[in-house]
């Protein structure tokens, strides 16, 4: 039985940083694709960061490209989501993703998700 459990969020200032983890357990790497996703109220969830399965190749979205950074530790069992010069628009409740096949791009290619954890961003 895949698990996936998000920690790491919580309230800061703009211009300040969170890391988020994702612990995974009962999940095999090979040949998938791992992601985070967020949603904020009223919104779609949206595609933030993606770990493609050759375990090296990233893909960021615009809007967080250059301040966010996802990383994973295969030994730890964890994907991480390194975000710096954080704005009130990153506000939202992030998700992390496992299990990507095919383009990896959509929110239907990830069978396995975690429940989430909230970031807020005052300004």
């Known amino acids: 039985q895949v698990q996936l459990v998000e920690s790491g969020g919580g309230s800061v200032q703009a211009g300040g940083s969170l890391r988020l983890s994702c612990a995974v357990s009962?999940?095999?790497?090979?040949?998938?694709?791992m992601a985070w996703f967020r949603q904020a109220p009223g919104k779609e969830r949206e595609r933030v960061a993606i770990?493609?399965?050759?375990?090296?190749?990233?893909k960021y979205e615009d809007s967080v490209k250059d301040r966010f950074t996802i990383s994973q530790d295969q030994a730890k069992n964890t994907l991480y989501l390194q975000m710096n010069s954080l704005k009130p628009e990153d506000t939202a409740m992030y998700y992390c993703a496992a299990g990507g096949r095919a383009g990896c791009l959509r929110r239907d290619e990830y069978p396995y998700w975690g429940q989430g954890t909230q970031v807020t961003v005052s300004s």
């Open positions: 009962g999940y095999t790497y090979w040949g998938y694709c």
């Open positions: 770990m493609f399965s050759d375990f090296y190749s990233t």
